[in-house]
């Protein structure tokens, strides 16, 4: 890519927040890598530990994910021995997840790395303009 072509791109939103996004990602792989989890997994893992049992389905709604993209991510999971699928005593025709004892514990250790990770990633912004920008991602994903 040449100069000018940079030059073009970098005031184009999109553009800065995919090369922004590949960076964390390339950061946080080997950061994650020593707890066997992606990033894609550990969203899976967050979202089954916030407290309320839920279904395949409703975690992939929460995630917004399609049905075989999420079927995916949990047949990874449970053959990392991470989560486990029971039946919905409420409804046998869904699928409840939960989370391990492995589970829990990757979930903490690469939370805290992917944690680590953002932070320095975010460094440069400086505390306030780092809380600020997160605040404002949070706008536009939920809006």
Do not use: C
């Not at 893992?45 to 395949?56: C, E, H, K, R, Y």
């Not at 699928?85 to 589970?103: F, P, V, W, Y």
């Not at 944690?115 to 303009?129: I, K, Y």
């Amino acid at each position: 890519m040449t100069e000018q072509t940079r030059d073009v791109l970098a005031g184009r939103l999109g553009y800065l927040l995919k090369h922004a996004q590949q960076r964390l990602v390339q950061a946080a792989a080997p950061a994650m890598a020593p707890f066997g989890i992606d990033g894609r997994e550990l969203a899976v893992l967050t979202v089954l530990a916030a407290g309320v049992p839920l279904s395949q389905q409703e975690a992939a709604d929460r995630l917004r994910v399609d049905r075989t993209t999420m079927v995916t991510l949990v047949d990874a999971l449970e053959s990392k021995g991470l989560v486990e699928r029971r039946r919905s005593a409420a409804d046998r025709r869904k699928n409840i997840i939960d989370l391990t004892e492995a589970g829990q514990n990757g979930l903490r250790g690469a939370g805290a790395a992917r944690d680590a990770v953002e932070r320095e990633f975010l460094a440069p912004l400086g505390e306030a303009l780092a809380g600020e920008f997160v605040r404002a991602l949070q706008i536009l994903a939920s809006s």
